[in-house]
């Protein structure tokens, strides 16, 4: 029994030997009314006991937005014009999504780690059925993350963790303009010939502050005031202008 | 200077919203048309969601026409009577407008439905505004003037009424009709619809020129203003910082264009108008008919 016992921690030992102990630059971001994207710079150290093992060393850091659901549509050629025709619902796709690595994705990651751990953008994104007419919905899914990359909300920045002495780390994460509030997670995950060794995750926390928060909840909450409000100001622009110019033309 | 629009979700150059407000300003003030149907492309184009674009549009012209209709009212061009009836229809069509927006934002067709119907409108009223102004510089060179009709169907129907500021008789079908017309394009295209009610009314009810423009700002005031809380209540749309830094280069913009317009002549105005809306039209025809370069498009998840 205590055989098995000191066997058994003998075989998880070698998943302990290297751990990881990270920090980010910014736990919040706010979005005010300036918000113009924002840089994340995160760091850390492999922190382990025995000497360094063998095997080459990768490390993969991931910031990922909210899940949201959303429909993509293809357009087809109908008659003359082109409109808007098939759709897929995709359940779940994150509204951000950066993939940092020390080094090319083959070299770093496994396929059976990434299924498992769900890094990279496509493992992600889940859409679980297709209507019967759509016969190739993973074009859609392509075009998703093909749209999002052009957009820079996905990213996959090769080479973007630098990595000194097998020990510290670090690496920035760019985040648009266009962002959605919510919460964002970061992972960061160690690997050893592709496999994944060490993991460690932190949440940033993406929320509207000031002027955009209440205008964002009073659209939301109080719709009608809020549209009220708007009329009114537009109002008031409007005669504002029209007495100004009066006054300097007397 | 970069600005992130709260509901629109997205950043964009402050100085280019106002410098996008004030050239469609100096439009609108030079041809005495809202502007709405260059600024909703013009937003779309730069990016702004096509549903914001269009709600937030209807709240920049509500200052826009109020501005202008105040003129209007101390000239006393404004047939208020007339307003009236065409308000009455006007309304009747926004709230049918938001109602066919809301389903057809369902079924994914909102993009089509706009674009259509600005490359129908925009086509028919430019080319008819075309062909007509320079029927008139024609004729005008030859020496002829221009004649109206007096007497067509549309004074047979019945529930007649006097528009004594306008000098008419007739009845309140055919205005009423052009109000829901107008009503349901101000909340599906995001205009005001000066461009299509001003030539109904000078065509169609036979209206005297000089009260056209200021009662069709004072329509629009108020079918821009309930396409606005509508837009506000059932889609959330409306974004507040976006209509602002439009509306205040928009303002400044109406009354400079007044001003350049003093200096050319009516025939003149229109021709340039009315290239305008063709180049407009033709710019969004050729979107629809060539093959977009990027097939997908993402949409909220909706059913």
């Not at chain 1, 029994?1 to 998880?12: E, K, N, Q, S, V």
């Not at chain 1, 780690?113 to 953008?121: E, P």
């Not at chain 1, 303009?177 to 995950?189: K, P, Q, W």
Request: with cysteine.
């Amino acid at each position: 029994m205590i055989r098995a016992l000191i066997l058994l921690l003998a075989l998880a030992l070698p998943a302990k030997a290297e751990d990881l102990v990270a920090g980010l630059s910014q736990n919040r971001i706010a979005i005010s009314s300036s918000f113009d994207g924002s840089e994340i710079l995160i760091f850390g150290a492999v922190k382990r006991q025995a000497p360094i093992p063998e095997g080459q060393l990768g490390l993969i850091v991931t910031v990922e937005g909210p899940q949201r659901p959303l429909t993509v549509r293809r357009k087809a050629k109908q008659a003359i014009i082109w409109v808007n025709s098939a759709a897929v619902e995709i359940d779940h796709a994150p509204s951000f999504y950066a993939v940092n690595t020390s080094g090319p994705l083959d070299d770093v990651l496994s396929n059976t780690s990434d299924l498992r751990h769900r890094i990279t953008v496509r493992q992600a994104i889940r859409s679980v059925g297709a209507p019967m007419d759509v016969q190739d919905a993973s074009a859609f899914t392509d075009a998703l993350v093909r749209i999002r990359e052009r957009q820079e909300l996905y990213q996959l920045n090769i080479g973007a963790v630098e990595v000194s002495d097998q020990t510290l780390f670090n690496t920035r994460v760019e985040l648009p303009a266009n962002l959605v509030e919510g919460d964002y997670t970061s992972r960061i995950f160690l690997t050893r010939e592709g496999a994944v060794v060490a993991e460690y995750a932190a949440t940033i926390d993406v929320a509207k502050v000031g002027l955009e928060r209440f205008l964002y909840t009073l659209a939301q909450e109080n719709a009608l005031i809020y549209g009220l409000m708007s009329l009114a100001i537009a109002i008031a622009a409007g005669w504002g202008a029209s007495a100004m110019f009066r006054y300097l033309q007397s | 200077m970069q600005i992130y629009l709260p509901i629109a979700e997205v950043s964009v150059n402050a100085f280019l919203l106002l410098g996008l407000g004030g050239l469609v300003g100096v439009l609108s003030g030079m041809f005495g048309v809202g502007g709405g149907f260059l600024m909703t492309p013009l937003l779309f184009f730069i990016g702004i969601p096509p549903a914001v674009a269009v709600a937030t549009e209807a709240n920049q012209i509500v200052a826009s026409s109020f501005s202008a209709v105040l003129a209007h009212l101390r000239r006393k061009t404004v047939d208020l009577r007339m307003g009236t009836v065409l308000l009455v229809g006007g309304l009747i069509g926004s709230a049918l407008g938001v109602w066919v927006f809301n389903i057809l934002r369902s079924m994914g067709q909102v993009d089509l439905l706009v674009k259509l119907s600005y490359v129908i409108f925009l086509g028919a009223i430019g080319g008819l505004m075309f062909i007509e102004s320079l029927n008139t510089i024609r004729n005008t060179r030859k020496g002829k003037a221009p004649k109206r009709k007096h007497h067509t169907w549309i004074h047979a129907l019945p529930f007649k009424m006097k528009f004594r500021t306008s000098g008419l008789y007739i009845s309140v079908i055919p205005p009423a009709l052009v109000g829901v017309f107008v009503g349901v394009l101000s909340a599906i295209m995001g205009v005001g619809g000066g461009f299509i009610m001003v030539p109904a009314m000078i065509y169609l009810l036979g209206m005297p020129t000089k009260v056209v423009v200021g009662t069709s700002l004072f329509q629009i005031i108020f079918v821009t203003a309930f396409t606005t809380l509508l837009h506000a209540t059932t889609n959330y749309t409306v974004d507040m910082i976006l209509a602002v830094l439009l509306l205040v280069g928009g303002v400044v913009g109406a009354q400079v264009g007044a001003r350049i317009g003093v200096y050319l002549k009516a025939e003149q105005l229109r021709i340039l108008l009315a290239v305008m809306v063709l180049l407009v039209c033709g710019k969004l025809a050729l979107d629809l008919l060539i093959e977009p370069a990027e097939l997908y498009s993402i949409g909220t998840a909706g059913h």
